[in-house]
């Protein structure tokens, strides 16, 4: 006999749940860089894809096939009696599902801290085997009979058993992957590579909250029953407190250390409750949940912090400290303040150890297991991109696409000091030509102020401007405009580009231009520099124009010429 409502219920949890991969691959493109956005995006989508058949085919048997304490069984395409851990009512592919599109949820963590130079074909690979075992033997231990759910652990809806995996499989990749270029400078001191759309990531978290809804509140895999009705109700209600309050606690400690609210760092902290909560949203009263959200906001800044500047472990998007750190911290909280069995409502210590035995366990399974499949992939195929790649950026390298924005153009301020650089050859010298009668130069008009000033423009690609940039500033330049452009050469844009299978003949292609007027540091001096740093030997470096400059006025004081460009500070 099946149950309509109690069907229902959990292909609503389905469906949305499978909507956090929308969320998921919003928020990891607005905090990362736009020459990245196609790859996220297609990971986000392969990692479902390819998640959904594996764990069809062996995932799904592994995690509830059988009873024993390790590990379930082999099951292929499902076609076993699975009618000891079915919910009352659900039908056996109604469960399928639902467990589905949780086992793509932690598959997908891991694409966020390892983002902007992985290898497409390896993130495939590892994505697979997180699907195939490495999830579902650790979620048997949980959810399907194994050993930890005998002991009495608990994580309702998978803070450990979904978020943590997933975190600290990020963590390890990540680690084993290394920073990406120019995230740290000579001094091992981290650099803000800033995302390219706050608007993406906050969009992206809100999915994700609303989505929550359904990964917490249909997890009850059931609406028969007062009881369980009454649960749901209360479900949804720690599920949107610890999120909010979270939320505010890192606002008020940014704003507190930081001088400002910090944007970025309090929308993951939304998440980072959503994740803490996760596990006890069912045991734990509205306080409790609150409390819960103080300690994930005031967690979150520091482990991301602790991860960026002490460990060095170069996290795109904080999934490590959303979802590991704040996995684990949940479900051990979890122990504190379960009105049933927590220590903090006078039940002993007991179900707290177990949580916390539970927490140690599931980590180091899932950090033996993915370490063992990243150093195996790293000595195969490889598990990063060329320095050259990354640079690019991976949608036009690994994708062959341009730009996932089509004509827009962004800044890519992301190339570091010190990064080798081909040597550019000597100028070419200019070609006189043979004037029909001798006509005398024009006398240059010194300006007022008495020096001659020049004005310098550079046109050159949208990876190479941070690189320029930090060597005109070292040769002595004190200031510059720098231009979003689209522009091409004789070869009108050339690119081997695809776009839905038909190839892209761009004949404009975002470029920057900066412009610098100078008077005392040489020209020459700007060119050369400008030409040893942009130089790389193939068709669209840029060029370089020289004008000159009758006058400058500075629009503060009335000052022209050669004492407009020089500042007070300075003279």
Known sequence: MYSSVSTIWVLLGAALVFLMQAGFAMCEAGFTRAKNTGNILMKNLMDFCIGTPTYWILGFGLMFAGSGAIIGGLDPFVRGDYAAILPAGVPLFAYLIFQTVFCATSATIVSGSMAERTKFISYCLYSFCISAFIYPISGHWIWGGGWLSQMGFHDFAGSTAVHMVGGVCAC?????????????????????????????????????????????????????????????????????MAPAVASVVTMIYTWIRYKKPDVGMTLNAALAGLVAITAGCDMVSPAGAAAIGVIAGLLLPISVNFFDSVLKIDDPVGAISVHGVCGAAGTILTGLFSTSDGLFYGHGAHFLLIQCLGVAVTALWAAVMITIVFQVIKHTIGLRVSQEEELKGLDITEHGLPSAYGGFAFVYDDTPDGLPIPMAPAAVPVREAVPVEAVPAPAVEIPQGGVKMTRVDILCKMERFDALKRAMFNIGITGMTATNVMGCGEQRGKTEGYFRGAKVEATMLPSIQVSIVVSKVPVSLVVDTARQVLYTGAYGDGKIFVYNVENVVKVRTGEQGYDALQDEEYR
Do not use: Q
Not at 180 to 197: F, Q, T, V
Not at 204 to 213: M, P, S
Not at 216 to 236: H, K
């Open 172 to 240: 390890i990749g990540a680690a084993i992957l290394g920073p990406r270029i120019g995230k740290y400078d000579d001094e091992g001191k981290p650099r803000a590579i800033l995302g390219h759309s706050l608007s993406l990531g906050a969009l992206g978290v809100f999915i994700l909250w609303f989505c929550w809804f359904g990964f917490n509140g249909c997890s009850t895999v059931s609406m028969e029953g007062d009881d369980v009705i009454a649960s749901a109700g209360l479900i949804f209600v720690t599920t949107n």
